[in-house]
């Protein structure tokens, strides 16, 4: 199984440097830009998807209809309300330098809270991971891992941290990923050794860095709770 995870593009909330959360912002130009060259390099590469799954917020529905739109017979759009960003409570709204004057308290923290917005009526990180937990399982299941399956998920830079921690079933820390806007993350599993192995590639945005005409990648193997098999 192949399993893409997208940050959805540029929006008008990033554009200016606003606290967003469940505030529904529309892509801001280079954001659309930024999600077509994604579609024309998936349908380049002749990228298939059994699945396309989209946060319901403006940002990243817009990023996955543009994507589809240049794909080949793309399946329909399913939207999972799991998928959202963070709940960030009294944050939302919040320009990042009055984050700082107005909030002080966020910016104190060590950087393993950085995603934890109870404090600010918002979701803590166990409160994101649990409902993202809670409907994985309807989208990927161990019998699907080494199935030809694609799936395609868009979401968020916070959200992602979630999927990608449940898809490489790390139970516990915080996740260090840099998350910019339209990168995307590709998981595949493979079997050696009778344990199931999990691949991570980290894709840049398309726009960013190309290298020898193709995007930027970091890759990155790891036997994340590798499982026997009898």
Same mark, same amino acid.
């Given at each position: #199984?192949?399993?893409?995870?997208?940050?959805h593009?540029?929006? %008008?909330?990033?554009?200016? #440097?606003?606290? +967003?959360? !469940?505030?529904?912002?529309?892509?801001?130009?280079?954001?659309?830009?930024?999600?077509? !060259?994604?579609?024309?390099?998936?349908?380049q590469?002749? +990228?298939?998807?059994?699945?396309?799954?989209?946060?319901?917020?403006?940002?990243?529905?817009?990023?996955?209809?543009?994507?589809?739109?240049?794909?080949?017979?793309?399946?329909?759009?399913?939207?999972?309300?799991?998928?959202?960003?963070?709940?960030?409570?009294?944050?939302?709204?919040?320009?990042?330098? %009055?984050?700082?004057?107005?909030?002080?308290?966020?910016?104190?923290?060590?950087?393993?809270?950085?995603?934890?917005?109870?404090?600010?009526?918002?979701?803590?990180?166990?409160?994101? +991971?649990?409902?993202?937990?809670?409907? #994985? !399982?309807? *989208?990927?299941?161990?019998?699907?891992?080494l199935?030809?399956?694609?799936?395609?998920?868009?979401?968020h830079?916070?959200?992602?941290?979630g999927?990608?921690?449940?898809?490489?079933?790390?139970?516990?820390?915080? #996740?260090?990923?840099?998350?910019?806007?339209c990168?995307?993350?590709?998981?595949?599993?493979?079997?050696?050794?009778? =344990?199931?192995?999990? *691949?991570? %590639?980290?894709?840049?945005?398309?726009?960013?860095?190309?290298?020898?005409?193709?995007? *930027?990648?970091?890759t =990155?193997?790891?036997?994340?709770?590798?499982?026997?098999?009898?």
């Amino acid at each position: #199984m192949e399993i893409f995870v997208v940050r959805h593009g540029l929006s %008008e909330g990033n554009e200016k #440097m606003i606290f +967003q959360g !469940h505030l529904d912002f529309p892509l801001a130009d280079k954001g659309r830009n930024q999600a077509e !060259h994604l579609g024309k390099y998936f349908n380049q590469i002749n +990228q298939k998807f059994d699945r396309i799954l989209s946060s319901p917020l403006k940002r990243a529905k817009e990023t996955t209809e543009i994507i589809a739109r240049q794909l080949e017979m793309p399946p329909e759009i399913e939207f999972e309300d799991a998928f959202k960003e963070f709940n960030i409570g009294a944050l939302e709204g919040v320009k990042s330098t %009055e984050v700082l004057e107005n909030y002080p308290t966020y910016y104190e923290r060590p950087p393993s809270a950085w995603l934890d917005f109870s404090e600010f009526g918002g979701e803590s990180f166990e409160e994101m +991971q649990k409902r993202v937990d809670s409907v #994985m !399982h309807k *989208y990927v299941n161990d019998d699907d891992l080494l199935s030809d399956k694609k799936l395609l998920i868009v979401s968020h830079g916070g959200a992602m941290r979630g999927i990608i921690r449940n898809l490489l079933q790390i139970e516990t820390g915080f #996740m260090f990923i840099r998350v910019e806007n339209c990168c995307h993350f590709k998981l595949n599993y493979v079997m050696t050794r009778g =344990h199931l192995r999990r *691949y991570v %590639e980290y894709i840049m945005p398309l726009t960013s860095l190309i290298v020898d005409g193709a995007p *930027y990648r970091f890759t =990155h193997s790891e036997d994340f709770r590798a499982k026997s098999v009898s």
